[in-house]
């Protein structure tokens, strides 16, 4: 597989959107260290009190954009490993992966930084088309295997 | 790996579930547009003003299934695609990955429909079973590796 | 790939959270049941009564660490598995795989027992070091393909 041009490449921009995941965990983390709002009383307690045990915007925000990420990189590493195997033109495979990877690095700007609406939704569809693209070739690889 | 029967159809069928996670998310997003519920202040800017920047129960529920389908959908491509390695029996494989699949989708057409309790549950759990028999076979396999 | 021992000692690990997640959605299913707590109102009418459709901040609790998990086990899926085909040395990555696993199991118990802070942050942070060391050598061992 580490031989396979098309899977270097996928693992590549795989590992830099999850490098890009722990980013937006280590900001939630900021955030709510600057804001004084944690998620669970024994937190709030090693850090002023226990009216720090509270929700904030910003830092829901942060979750938000996270979650995101999960509901979408995530299926992206599945489908973009298998469509690796199916032996697709290495420049076509990059421009999949590329497009995913520029747009949810857009998406996570655009959230954190809330961008105007709809900068955000834009990245998102724009990173969907390759998902769909792989998901439909996978489907047609495995075509014999329906029934 | 894309001249293993087996992963062939557990790819198939995780590709399946992938784009009904993909469904629900679009649902999500039209339940959202219809109800005028929005999560991001910028979102409810652009689509009347920042009263609809608000929860709303239906939204909530998309996010419910969508959420459980992270939680159980992610695990099966791991544990399928290892267990597609075990060189099991064709017919057995695809009877786990067949009843995961078909569990998952009622499970979200359950949640969905809000259909009487226990029918998601049961759904919920039948998806299980498979996953539980894999995750075991698998301990079994990687046996000689224990320590 | 069953006959790389590097990829084995991954998928047994991979394996032990996975159903480590298991049953923090058991137990959230249970504290559900005993605090009378339910997510969806048809979950309430079959328990007593739409007024236990409510939150309960030990299931939120219970939640949280679930979330956590996809956060942090679902990228170590994929790191794992494409680091154990760079071919390792057995040793450094079985040390990787066992301070992941045991960090996240310390996570995990931290929060459900809600240990006092920062026991559940440490465990946390030492089971993100080996995602950080694969996430690294897999940018290196693809560092032809970058461009």
Chains 1, 2, 3 share one sequence.
Not at 58 to 84: K, Q, T, W
């Amino acid at each position: 597989m580490m031989e396979n041009k098309v899977f270097l490449s996928f693992a590549f921009y795989s590992t830099i959107l999850i490098l890009k995941m722990y980013v937006v965990a280590i900001i939630t983390g900021q955030v709510r260290l600057r804001k004084k709002a944690f998620a669970n009383p024994e937190d709030a307690l090693r850090n002023g009190g226990l009216q720090f045990y509270r929700q904030d915007p910003d830092v829901e925000r942060c979750r938000r954009a996270h979650r995101n990420d999960m509901e979408n990189i995530f299926p992206f590493l599945f489908l973009g490993a298998v469509y690796s195997l199916l032996d697709p033109s290495p420049t076509v495979a990059r421009i999949h992966f590329l497009i995913f990877c520029v747009g949810r690095i857009v998406h996570t700007i655009a959230y954190l930084l809330q961008l105007r609406a709809p900068t955000r939704s834009v990245a998102y569809s724009v990173a969907q088309l390759p998902c769909f693209s792989m998901a439909l070739q996978i489907l047609l690889a495995t075509t014999p295997y329906w029934n």
